[in-house]
C-alpha cells in the first residue's frame, strides 16, 4: 500500500535538496563567475566537507532519537502484554467470584488493549479513555477480589500485580504519544538545504556530479529522512508496531480455563 504522506514528504524534499543545489551555482554565477585559485579550491573543499560532515551528524542523531522511541512502543507492547498476564493468572488463585470477575475483566482489557494498539489515529483516541474507563473497572473488580481473598499475601500481590497493569498501559500510552519535536525537523531539513546549496556553489559547473553521484546523494539524503519521519509516526506510516504479543495473550485468554489453585 502506498503511503501518499510519505511519497509526498519525499518528493517534497528531493525537490528542495535539487532547488538548493541549483540556487548554490545560480548564486556562485553571479558573485564568482571566475574559477577559484588554489587556496580557494582548498577552503571551498573544506567548508563543503564540515558542512557534509554536520549534517552527517545531525542525520545519525535524529535517526538514532527515532530509532530509541521506536523500539520503546515494541519494547511496551511486550511488558503490558506481560503485565496483564501475569495479573490475570495471579487473580486465578483467588478462589472466588470476585476473583473470577476480575479475570473476565482483564480479558476484555486485553482486547481493548489490542484494539488500540491496531487502531488509527482518529480511533486511537476513543480507545484511549475506554481504556482509561476499563482500568477504573479493573480497580473496582480487584478491591472486591482482594477483599474476598483468604491470604492476606495473595491479595498484596494481587494489588501489586494491578498496579503493574496501570503502569504498563499508562506509559505504554505516554511514550506512543510521544513525539520528536519540530524543530529537529526544521534544522534537518535547513541543514540539509544549505549543504546542498554549499555543494552548488562550490561545483557550478560541474552538471554531471550533481546529476550523477550527487543525485544519488539527494535520493539517499530523502530516503533516510523519509525513514526517521516514518519512524516518528507510530499510529500511521509504513513502519509500525506489531502487536503480535498482545495478540497471543488476547487469544491465550479467550482459550484458557479458569486457573484453579
Given at each position: 500500500m502506498i503511503d501518499t504522506v510519505m511519497l509526498m514528504s519525499g518528493g517534497l524534499l528531493l525537490l528542495l535538496l535539487l532547488m538548493s543545489d541549483h540556487a548554490g551555482s545560480w548564486l556562485r554565477a553571479r558573485l564568482r563567475p571566475a574559477p577559484f585559485s588554489e587556496m580557494d579550491e582548498r577552503r571551498a573543499g573544506?567548508?563543503?566537507?564540515?558542512?557534509?560532515?554536520?549534517?552527517?551528524?545531525?542525520?545519525?542523531?535524529?535517526?538514532?532519537?527515532?530509532?530509541?522511541?521506536?523500539?520503546?512502543?515494541?519494547?511496551?507492547?511486550?511488558?503490558?502484554a506481560s503485565a496483564i498476564g501475569a495479573a490475570h493468572y495471579s487473580a486465578a488463585f483467588i478462589n472466588t467470584p470476585q476473583g473470577a470477575a476480575l479475570q473476565a475483566e482483564l480479558r476484555r482489557y486485553a482486547e481493548l488493549r489490542l484494539r488500540h494498539g491496531e487502531a488509527g489515529p482518529a480511533e486511537r483516541l476513543t480507545l484511549s479513555r475506554e481504556s482509561a474507563r476499563q482500568r477504573d473497572v479493573i480497580g473496582r473488580a480487584g478491591q472486591a477480589a482482594v477483599a474476598s481473598a483468604t491470604s492476606a499475601p495473595?491479595?498484596?500481590?494481587?494489588?501489586?500485580?494491578?498496579?503493574?497493569?496501570?503502569?504498563?498501559?499508562?506509559?505504554?500510552?505516554?511514550?506512543?504519544?510521544?513525539?520528536?519535536?519540530?524543530?529537529?525537523?526544521?534544522?534537518?531539513?535547513?541543514?540539509?538545504?544549505?549543504?546542498?546549496?554549499?555543494?552548488?556553489?562550490?561545483?557550478?559547473?560541474?552538471?554531471?556530479?550533481?546529476?550523477?553521484?550527487?543525485?544519488?546523494?539527494?535520493?539517499?539524503?530523502?530516503?533516510?529522512?523519509?525513514?526517521?519521519?516514518?519512524?516518528?509516526?507510530?499510529?500511521?506510516?509504513?513502519?509500525?508496531?506489531?502487536q503480535q504479543p498482545m495478540a497471543d495473550l488476547v487469544a491465550e485468554l479467550r482459550a484458557a480455563t479458569p486457573v484453579r489453585p
Open positions: 573544506l567548508a563543503l566537507a564540515t558542512n557534509f560532515s554536520l549534517l552527517a551528524f545531525l542525520l545519525g542523531f535524529t535517526f538514532n532519537l527515532a530509532m530509541a522511541r521506536f523500539e520503546a512502543r515494541r519494547d511496551d507492547v511486550v511488558m503490558e495473595l491479595g498484596t500481590a494481587m494489588i501489586a500485580g494491578l498496579n503493574d497493569v496501570f503502569d504498563a498501559g499508562v506509559h505504554r500510552e505516554s511514550v506512543l504519544n510521544s513525539r520528536l519535536p519540530a524543530v529537529v525537523f526544521v534544522l534537518l531539513t535547513g541543514f540539509s538545504a544549505v549543504a546542498m546549496a554549499t555543494l552548488g556553489y562550490v561545483h557550478p559547473q560541474q552538471r554531471w556530479l550533481r546529476l550523477g553521484p550527487a543525485g544519488i546523494m539527494f535520493l539517499l539524503f530523502t530516503l533516510t529522512l523519509s525513514v526517521i519521519i516514518d519512524l516518528d509516526r507510530p499510529a500511521s506510516g509504513n513502519i509500525t508496531i506489531s
